[in-house]
């Protein structure tokens, strides 16, 4: 994925969480029920969250790329950047 990918799949994610309109979906559940509910909204803003901090690292490569940072080659980042291993 690039950063623009990532920044999609995490406002898809919320949007996904946003719309099942929390665990309860209007209906009385048991408290297992609320448990397990909270536990996956839990795992998928975790998800989010990883996928927005991938495009917002993804951005700053590339800002760092066009104000010519890779130039001088003394940037830590500079082997990252090129796709050193």
């Not at 990532?6 to 029920?33: C, S």
């Amino acid at each position: 994925m690039n950063g623009p990918e990532h920044y999609r799949e995490a406002e898809r994610i919320l949007a996904f969480i946003a719309a099942r309109k929390g665990p309860m979906n209007g209906q009385v559940q048991t408290h297992d029920a609320v448990l397990a509910a909270m536990a996956i909204i839990d795992s998928d803003l975790r998800e989010a969250q990883i996928h927005a901090t991938l495009a917002v690292a993804a951005a700053s490569a590339q800002n760092i790329r066009r104000n010519g940072a890779l130039e001088g080659g003394t940037d830590e980042w500079a082997d990252v950047l090129r796709g050193a291993e």
